[in-house]
Nanobody, 119 residues
Framework: QVQLVESGGGLVQAGGSLRLSCIAS????????MGWYRQAPGKQRELVAA??????KIYADSVKGRFTISRDNAKKLYLQMNSLNPEDTAVYYC??????????????WGQGTQVTVSS
């Protein structure tokens, strides 16, 4: 059974930075895609960034140039978030896939970590 545990959320002022971390346990390999989703109040969950099983990186347009996703071996995932703005406020979820890709949903989810950006 795969488990994902996030850490690193918190409160930050606009323009600040945060780094999210996720550690996977169980049968999870580098060929499995991992990524970060977020859900703001009243909005749909969206894919923020992902690392595919082939090592490719995907970013939502809204975070390109500000967020950087990285993966350290098969089971550690990070999201460096710079130049944060209030629109980035959301619960951020680490997610994993049984396949090499991630889309609108995932197979495995972390518990979520709150990121709040004050103006």
């Amino acid at each position: 059974q795969v488990q994902l545990v996030e850490s690193g959320g918190g409160l930050v002022q606009a323009g600040g930075s945060l780094r999210l971390s996720c550690i996977a346990s169980g049968n999870f390999f580098s060929a499995n895609a991992m990524g970060w989703y977020r859900q703001a109040p009243g909005k749909q969950r969206e894919l923020v960034a992902a690392v595919t099983g082939g090592g490719g990186k995907i970013y939502a347009d809204s975070v390109k140039g500000r967020f950087t996703i990285s993966r350290d071996n098969a089971k550690k995932l990070y999201l460096q978030m710079n130049s944060l703005n209030p629109e980035d406020t959301a619960v951020y979820y680490c997610a994993g896939s049984r396949t090499s890709g991630l889309g609108s949903s995932a197979d495995y989810w972390g518990q979520g970590t709150q990121v709040t950006v004050s103006s």
